[in-house]
């Protein structure tokens, strides 16, 4: 069975500091593994994906993710945080079973506080 | 390309009504996936819909159905609302097919604003 664990329900860092949002999943196959971010009353807009390849990924809005298989871990990184970040994250592994069906699994989400 | 439409934004219920939430996928695209958002349990599956056929269910009671059309679009349906039940309700769709594209963009998930159920 595959799951997704998010280290860290709320996170709080200052602007213009770097973001770490930790990501730690179970897979018993190659996972697919992806980041969202929910702003207040909408839905979840990719911010980027693993798939095959480069382990290093890199998103929209300065954002990157780096999978390693080795730690089973797939943390989201931000150089420098900016007020308009303050959203909430969501990690999320998939695979594709055969015949093209799909399960997602979503982790916790973690809700990032950007202070002045 | 247009996003994934979720109908109505904004619904209130009273207990025991029920109500049909709908969403429009993302043109091609043949798989629809309907969540459960609250801040209590998080965003939690309730159903996916690929081709007009159920293929995958997550644990909610038979009070929560859907299905989905010829053209892909979807609808979810509660009967005998519960308080329980007011939460953000996502829909998702990808192209979830055997023979769409490669593997890699199956599973990608494009999200809709989602409908906010109020149940009182």
């Known amino acids: 069975a595959q799951s997704v664990t998010q280290l860290g329900s709320h996170v709080s860092v200052s602007e213009g500091a770097l973001v770490l949002l930790r990501c730690n999943y179970s897979?018993?196959?190659?996972?697919?593994l992806f980041w969202y971010v929910q702003y207040p009353n909408q839905g979840l807009q990719l911010l980027l994906k693993?798939?095959?390849?480069?382990?290093l990924v890199k998103g929209i809005n300065g954002f990157e993710a780096e999978f390693k298989k080795s730690e089973t871990s797939f943390h989201l990184t931000k150089p420098s945080a900016h007020m308009s970040d303050a959203a909430e994250y969501f990690c999320?592994?998939?695979?594709?079973?055969?015949?093209?069906?799909?399960?997602?699994?979503f982790g916790t989400g973690t809700k990032l506080q950007v202070i002045p | 390309k247009a996003g994934v439409t979720q109908t109505p934004r904004y619904l209130i219920k009273t207990r025991g009504q029920q109500v049909t939430l709908s969403c429009s996928p993302i043109?091609?695209?043949?798989?629809v996936s309907w969540y459960q958002q609250t801040p209590g349990q998080g965003l939690q599956f309730l159903f996916e819909?690929?081709?007009?056929?159920?293929?995958n269910k997550g644990n909610f009671p038979g009070r929560f159905s859907g299905r989905q059309f010829s053209n892909s679009r979807s609808e979810m349906n509660v009967s005998t609302l519960e308080l329980g039940d007011s939460a953000l309700y996502l829909c998702?769709?990808?192209?979830?097919?055997?023979?769409?594209?490669?593997?890699?963009?199956?599973?990608?998930?494009?999200f809709g604003p989602g409908t906010r159920l109020t149940v009182l």
């Open positions: 998702a769709s990808s192209l979830g097919g055997p023979r769409d594209l490669a593997v890699k963009y199956r599973n990608e998930q494009f």
């Open positions: 897979s018993s196959v190659p996972p697919y």
């Open positions: 693993y798939t095959t390849g480069a382990t």
């Open positions: 999320a592994v998939s695979f594709a079973f055969s015949g093209g069906y799909q399960k997602v699994t």
């Open positions: 043109s091609g695209h043949r798989s």
């Open positions: 819909y690929f081709s007009e056929t159920q293929r």
